[in-house]
């Protein structure tokens, strides 16, 4: 596409504009009466208030005057302390309901702003730009939000849409390259679930390029805006975004609470991935030369993880608690070739054992 172009993807309520100069559209938006008496604010965390917010204020001059409220980054922001500081700050800023919250970050930061915005005095209106990669292919997009609580990821949070999500992938050059890295393993799991034309693509992306990335991008957003406006309260189809998810967020939970180093949401989830295509050539019929496709690709991207001093029983117990299942039985979404998914596959323990060891025995 050329750098100029802006795309725009409607969706339930609301659309995602796309491109390297789609915040001159948002420029035009908040130039206008609609928006003229309206108190603005801009909820960064202290790594988008130096590296995007300057940014994105020369792109969208009118926003000068916004307030700006920052959090920490990271995980923790999420819970509930730090909303309610939030609602606080909010509240002595003269924020009304016909205020408007734009969120400028990762994952964090929309998942946190979409929650804050969608409970402040009953919702206020509120816009996401999304600044790493896993954020625009992903948490930007959907309507979920949340925060963290008793230990339990997401586990308070509402369904919301954004007004608009303006998605600039000129923000990616500021962001570190493990997050990059952590952001494409979602772009590879909507390729396998999806469609086999965007893996061979993605076969091709170099991610020293990040010009080269923008189409992919695009692709991602739209597989998963097609996905979840399918299903938009995760009833049934939804479910195929779990790909790779349930063995991921057990190693990532797992990462979290042992002595092992921590791995990143992405890092996990492309672990996650190789073993469950295993699982998947196992039970739903993925072949051979695609279970190998699919791990030489991972396996050059991300350098393997030792699971030695991991406890597999306990990885198991975190994926039998895991809310994704009822009746503490594994549910898997697998893969019947590079580009299909099921899901609700029971699946043992034996078998999840198995696809660890397929990972950890890979040479290559
Ligand atoms: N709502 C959903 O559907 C959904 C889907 C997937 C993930 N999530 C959530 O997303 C979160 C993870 O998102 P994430 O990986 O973006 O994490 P994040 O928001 O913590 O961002 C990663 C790091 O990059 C920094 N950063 C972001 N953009 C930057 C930029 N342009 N330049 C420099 N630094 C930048 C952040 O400050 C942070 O340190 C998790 O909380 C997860 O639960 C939500
Ligand atoms: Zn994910």
């Not at 559209?25 to 202290?46: C, G, P, T």
């Not at 964090?108 to 919702?123: L, W």
């Not at 957003?221 to 479910?239: A, L, T």
Request: proline share 2%.
């Amino acid at each position: 596409m050329s750098k100029v172009e802006i795309k725009h993807l409607k969706t339930e309520g609301h659309e995602v504009v796309f491109g390297r100069h789609s915040l001159a559209e948002m420029a035009e938006l908040f130039s206008e009466d609609l928006y003229r008496d309206v108190k603005v604010f801009i909820l960064v965390d202290e790594n988008t208030l130096s590296s995007c917010l300057p940014a994105m204020i020369s792109k969208i001059p009118g926003l000068e005057e916004a307030e700006v409220i920052e959090v920490g980054a990271g995980e923790e922001t999420k819970n509930v302390e730090i909303v309610s500081r939030v609602w606080e700050v909010l509240t002595e800023l003269g924020a009304d309901r016909s205020s408007v919250l734009i969120n400028l970050g990762g994952g964090v930061v929309t998942d946190f702003g979409g929650f804050v915005a969608g409970t402040f005095k009953r919702g206020i209106r509120f816009f996401n730009i999304p600044t790493s990669l896993l954020a625009m292919v992903d948490a930007s997009i959907g309507g979920k939000t949340g925060i963290n609580h008793s230990g339990l990821k997401n586990e308070i949070g509402l369904f919301n849409n954004p007004k608009s999500v303006y998605v600039d992938p000129e923000f990616l050059e500021t962001l570190p390259r493990n997050h990059l890295l952590s952001g494409f393993a979602e772009m590879i799991k909507h390729a396998l679930i999806f469609s086999p034309g965007y893996w061979k693509e993605l076969l091709e992306v170099s991610l020293l390029d990040l010009y080269s990335l923008d189409d992919s991008i695009y692709r991602s957003i739209e597989i998963k805006n097609e996905i979840v406006s399918s299903d938009p309260f995760e009833m049934g189809r939804r479910k195929i975004l779990n790909f790779g998810h349930t063995i991921g967020h057990a190693l990532e939970a797992y990462s979290h609470e042992s002595d092992t180093k921590t791995l990143l949401h992405g890092e996990a989830i492309a672990i996650g991935m190789v073993c469950e295509s295993y699982i998947s050539h196992k039970l739903t019929g993925l072949s051979a030369e695609q279970l190998k496709e699919i791990s030489s690709f991972i396996f050059s991207l991300f350098s393997k993880v030792n699971l030695e001093g991991y406890t597999f029983h306990r990885l198991i117990e975190l994926m039998r608690h895991d809310k994704k299942n009822r009746d503490e039985r594994m549910n898997f979404t697998l893969l019947t070739e590079i580009g299909d998914a099921v899901f609700e596959v029971d699946t043992q323990a034996d078998m999840v054992i198995d696809s660890l060891n397929y990972y950890q025995r890979w040479v290559g």
